[in-house]
């Protein structure tokens, strides 16, 4: 158990409907990170977030956005869903500490199946 | 662009063997290395992490990584069972970027 926990844990969604996917950090982290892991694939960094800010984003289009709270919690929102947004969505926290040695603690992660 | 590359093997050993691991990264600047085990169906664990050229070892697990050639490994001794799983290589790269880059995966299978 890492302590980061995230809901629900699995979504069916139609083409073209929006999404919201929540994540709660582990306690003491201030950074959080979403991925996509498309199946037989490697997490897939979509962004991260830092402070409430944006500190990095991966080869995702605008209709992936999200937002950090001053709690540190995070949510990942898609919109215009397409087929192939299908796969596992992954955050993991940690502590930014600037120094490039740290670790994510993932979650359990959503599974979202797009119809 | 930078690449983290793994063979999806599977890779399968028999109980009791070393089975090892590679990784291999385009970016020759990257300072840390992660090894992530993840299960069917859970999500990613950290098993391993290494920062300096040479060997850290822990229990059965043993992180190698050259620089010079772009290279990170992972060796089990003893495989178990247990240890059947997708290893993840994931590096982090130069110029700031604190954010891994993962590879696809490598598929161990310990076989009885």
């Known amino acids: 158990e890492t302590g980061v926990t995230q809901s629900p844990t699995h979504l069916i969604k139609t083409r073209g409907q929006q999404v919201t996917l929540r994540c709660s950090s582990q306690?003491?982290?201030?950074?959080v990170s979403w991925y996509q892991q498309a199946l037989g694939q490697g997490p897939q960094f979509i962004f991260q977030?830092?402070?409430?800010?944006?500190?990095g984003r991966g080869n995702f289009p605008p209709r992936f956005s999200g937002l950090q709270f001053p709690n540190y919690s995070s949510e990942l929102n898609v919109n215009a869903l397409e087929l192939d947004d299908s796969a596992l969505y992954l955050c993991?926290?940690?502590?930014?500490?600037?120094?490039?040695?740290?670790?994510?603690?993932f979650g359990s992660g959503t599974q979202l199946s797009v119809l | 662009q930078k690449e983290v590359e793994q063979n999806s093997g599977p890779l399968s050993v028999p109980e009791g063997a070393i089975a090892s691991l590679n990784c291999t990264y385009s970016?020759?600047?990257?300072?840390?290395f992660f090894w992530y085990r993840q299960y069917s169906g859970k999500s990613p664990e950290l098993i391993m992490f290494i920062y300096s050229n040479g060997d850290k070892e822990d229990g059965r697990f043993t992180a190698q990584l050259n620089k010079a050639s772009q290279y990170v490994s992972l060796l089990i001794r003893d495989s178990q069972p247990s240890d059947s799983a997708t290893y993840l290589c994931?590096?982090?790269?130069?110029?700031?970027?604190?954010?891994?880059?993962f590879g696809r995966g490598t598929s161990l299978i310990v076989h009885p």
């Open positions: 993991a926290s940690s502590l930014y500490k600037g120094q490039g040695d740290e670790k994510l603690f």
């Open positions: 994931a590096v982090k790269g130069s110029g700031g970027s604190y954010i891994p880059t």
């Open positions: 306690s003491g982290h201030n950074t």
């Open positions: 977030y830092y402070r409430e800010e944006e500190n």
């Open positions: 970016d020759r600047g990257s300072q840390s």
